[in-house]
């Protein structure tokens, strides 16, 4: 298991992931590829170099520097690379989770439903190479992270866009009104017709708002308020969105 399954809550489940484009890793190891390449050449030159004295000291200089260039440069491309590897944005079906580190990890990260949009910013030369930057707002319009140079920026706004509109369906779907329930002076009434619509409709109301069925079982009620102290506790509903809900569940027991 990898460190950002680590991350994961349960129920909690991966919808997309992308990485930075590789012109980033590019720009960030330019120098490093610079001086190895200077001790290449620097390498041909020493082996050039004939005789002892002035010749023969010049050649064990350009011997050291040529060691250090060369060794210093793969070393910090080392690093350079497993920095790249590790720099990654994460789409699951709660939040958004950007990570970045090789041995001390930091994670930012964004409920879904405190995103307002993405916004893209792509040059013509993103376009033609496929990288772009993606600024994440709030419902304030201010950006709270940006994903630099993210290989498939539009690929990943639709992500972000298509897993909050099921975050939101979700969270709506769970606290519909529950269906009406026949009257006792309706049942008692011998009306044949009447009792034939309630049990035809009765199974298409039952399978349309299943969470408010359930939520008149104590045991249901219960595990509902756990589930909405968690999420209160998170962030993702405010503490007078959960007394409301509180209540309504309280009301219907």
């Known amino acids: 298991m990898g460190y950002t399954e680590e991350l994961l809550s349960e129920g909690e489940r991966i919808v997309a992931r992308q ?28 082996s050039g170099i004939q005789g002892d004295g002035a010749p023969g000291a010049l050649r064990t200089l350009l011997n050291w520097i040529t060691l250090i260039l060369f060794f210093g440069g793969l070393a910090v491309l ?102 009406p329930i026949r009257d006792e002076a309706s049942a008692g009434s011998g009306d044949t017709t009447a009792d034939a619509t309630v049990a035809m409709a009765a199974p298409e109301a039952t399978a349309a708002t299943p969470a408010a069925t359930r939520a008149t079982d104590p045991d249901d009620v219960a595990r509902t308020l756990t589930t909405l102290a968690d999420l209160r506790d998170r962030g993702a509903i405010s503490a007078e969105e959960y007394e409301a809900k509180k209540a309504d569940l309280l009301g219907r027991l």
């Open 78 to 179: 080392g690093w350079t690379t497993l920095r790249y590897l590790n720099q990654e944005y994460v789409l699951t079906n709660r939040r958004v989770i950007q990570l970045q580190g090789v041995l001390n990890k930091t994670t930012l990260d964004s409920g879904l439903e405190k995103i307002n949009d993405a916004a893209l910013s792509q040059s013509i030369f993103g376009r033609m190479f496929g990288f772009g930057d993606l600024e994440i707002l709030t419902a304030s319009d201010s950006a709270i992270s940006k994903f630099h140079m993210i290989i498939d920026p539009i690929g990943f706004k639709k992500a972000i866009l298509n897993a909050k509109h099921e975050y939101d369906t979700d969270m709506a779907g769970g606290f519909r009104p529950a269906p």
């Open 19 to 46: 990485k930075q484009h590789w012109f980033v890793f590019v720009a960030g190891a330019r120098f490093t590829i610079l001086a190895v390449i200077i001790a290449v050449i620097l390498a041909i030159l020493s």
